[in-house]
């Protein structure tokens, strides 16, 4: 029997970023590939290609606009063509807002990201020329039609806009199916836990010993339901012990002030 | 072979958009608020608030770096405080990278989509200046920090890029929500919505008059960092209007009783 070849690597790499490459097709202006390279490093993408940029490569206005991005720009490769592009990817994705009577799967962010994380090989997405797009033969080298479901009474994405929401979805489902290289949003971890019960009732009793000789409680019939709702006010907001010890120096104030003016 | 039962009209509640309004905090370039628009209305945001902004409103570079967004700047509102501007809503959200020291809960982009889906209320997001961010005061004044991960080693995230991420996951949320998929826990219904961010003002206020005669303030010096965390500890429950209502009530009670003594 063959020893197994080692599976750890093969079954982690799903968890190794699968980083897409960005194809940006006939661009116009130096300033939107730098505008592009920096929207992708923010999510963590590095690798740019160009094909056939209208003003040549490198481009001076580029740099400025990637505002410190330049390690993107610096390793961006330019092709003359799309095909060459993206002739060693195994996923091509065409970003277009317009159906073209192409009839190919059509996958928003969020769906392109998951295939980008589940599905291995090299994945490209294509962005076209500003101001008309994608040509219908660069959608044709593309599995995938990738569009980002605008407001239909005003779609106005920009190059960069439409390369950040891809990025961001390709961080943020990768952050789905492991916890990734990027700093994680962890909801509540960092904010500490309510306070014991017996903080909350020694703060609930302190307002209690403050009202009831002020009258609060009255009736006395009502006395319970007042009490309840009290300690439900008190016991909704889930305060941390430093937060109760807050409430109870408020409270021990305005005792105290009492006492000065008696 | 029966009729299906119509869908309960109280299950489809949750279809009617509950879009969050984008609060542009001190902002400094027209262009900059007009981006904003054009990335709000691509993904159907409409109300947008502006907080004294540097340059006065309306600015003449909005419009043009609006691309046609004019329905967003045209209703635009103008505060001169942050706390103005977010009176009337239950759910307000600080957008910041950086955590200063204040302890609420953090959430992406994404998680704050499913909260304006889930929760009744109107939501507001606060973005800060350009160039600086929000402050501490006006992070005071929210329930949660959204933070947007971004790659450690390089986050250049501008104000529309912001903006953008933000409006995208609401749609996209809302997508989810509107696929059946995601079925809305009727619990949420039943629960009322925090009260309007002017009747929380009103509970703080009410008890800085009381506090500040009683010296609860000083230090001088401490002034600003006790107040916040006075506000912080009150904004944090979410308490709907009844349970302000009762606050009120509890202050309104100390109040008389130390009016009686004197």
Redesign the interface.
Known sequence: MKSLPALSPKRRKTKVANKPIIVLVRPQLGENIGKAA??M????LTEMRIVNPRDGWPNPSAGPAA???DIVLDSAKVFSTTAEAVADCEHVYATTVRKRGVTKPVV???GAARLMHEQPGRHAVLFGREASGLETDDVALARHILT????PQ????NL??AV??VA?EW??IG?EHDDGE???????D???PPAPQDDLEGLISH?EK??A????FLPEARRDATLR??R??LT?????HL?VR??R??LS??E???RQ??
């Open positions: 920096r929207a490093l923010n999510f963590g505002a410190g991005a928003g962010p969020d980002v479901p605008i407001n005003f779609g106005s994405l960069a806009q950040i929401l961001y961080s943020r952050r990027l700093v994680q949003p962890t909801a509540e960092e904010v500490l307002f403050m009202l000789p002020r009258g609060y709702t009290l439900s006010v909704r907001p889930g305060w941390n937060e807050t409430f120096g408020i104030t305005l105290r002030a009492k003016e008696d």
